[in-house]
């Protein structure tokens, strides 16, 4: 059984001047032991659907199942006590800041009415396990962007939670800081079984470290599926952006306005069919479009060509502009898929 199951949520908001429907008929669900990745760009919903999965945001329709709970069933205290298993980061850490390091990770434990030498025995494990042992008697503003982190990471894990929500926890930081967040949540996933649930808009973090991931545009999940399946084979139009152009949600939608209010049409590229393919490992140690030039004896454009990480394993994709001769196409994909390429067409 998943430990999170959504079926039709949707959740409506009404003002005095606008209805907003902020989810429209969201379903997915999460496995025991996954890290499942949420992306879409700013206002996609993405936010208001990570709050629904704590009831902290209660839907307008739908259920919301967790560790076998349906959370619209449950009474106020009930809420409570399921809400201790779910730990929450966000992109703007939440700490106490008159506080010091240690004390932010006692505090969810002293509110539980653990005595102080148990809270503070466990919060010096935590910061242990974060890499902040050194820091214990600091406060929050002599910290780094990814120190305060840390310790909002120790904090959530103080009740050892089955479920940690993260709300762009990594957005307000930087590259560096981001990959050192994310390996430490991989080992922090690794090492106790602990089910995370990212919410991003960067497809970056998604290729880092998420198992599946669910892709939201407008209030709905347009695609959902292994991260790598995605990679590979992207369907919607969202998810092709994402993939193939390398373009983050927000930079899309920029795009797309700059587009509409642009009286212009410009075509950069010319030839008449265009294919994407995929490198796996195997291909990556063979020269396979030289070696392909060779066989089929005429050239082909590379229009793009990149590398990426895509859950740990080296991934590169190439865009490829085709002779106008039809046969010589065919055998260009022939020669690609019996090297066990995926191969697809693109716009």
Known sequence: MPIIEVKGLSKTFVTKDATVHALKNINFAVEQGDIYGIIGMSGAGKSTLVRCLNYLEVPTEGTVIVEGHDLSKLSGQELRDLRSSIGMIFQGFNLLMQSRVIDNVMFPLLLHKTSRADAKKKAEQLLETVGLSDKATSYPAQLSGGQRQRVAIARALAMDPKILLCDEATSALDPQTTQSILQLLKKINKETGITIVIITHQMSVVREICHNVAIVQSGEIVERGLVEDIFTHPKSRAARQLVIEGKDPDEYEKEQESRRGSSQTVSILHESRKIR???????????????????????????????????????????????????????????????????????
């Open 277 to 347: 393919i995929v490198f796996g490992t195997q291909s990556s140690f063979e020269p396979v479009i030289a070696n392909m030039i060779l066989t089929v004896g005429v050239p082909v454009n590379i229009l793009k060509a990149s590398t990426q990480d895509v859950g740990g394993t080296a991934r590169g994709d190439m865009i490829l502009g085709l002779p106008a001769d039809a046969a010589a196409q065919e055998k260009i994909i022939s020669y690609l898929k019996e090297r066990g390429l995926a191969v697809e067409e693109v716009d």
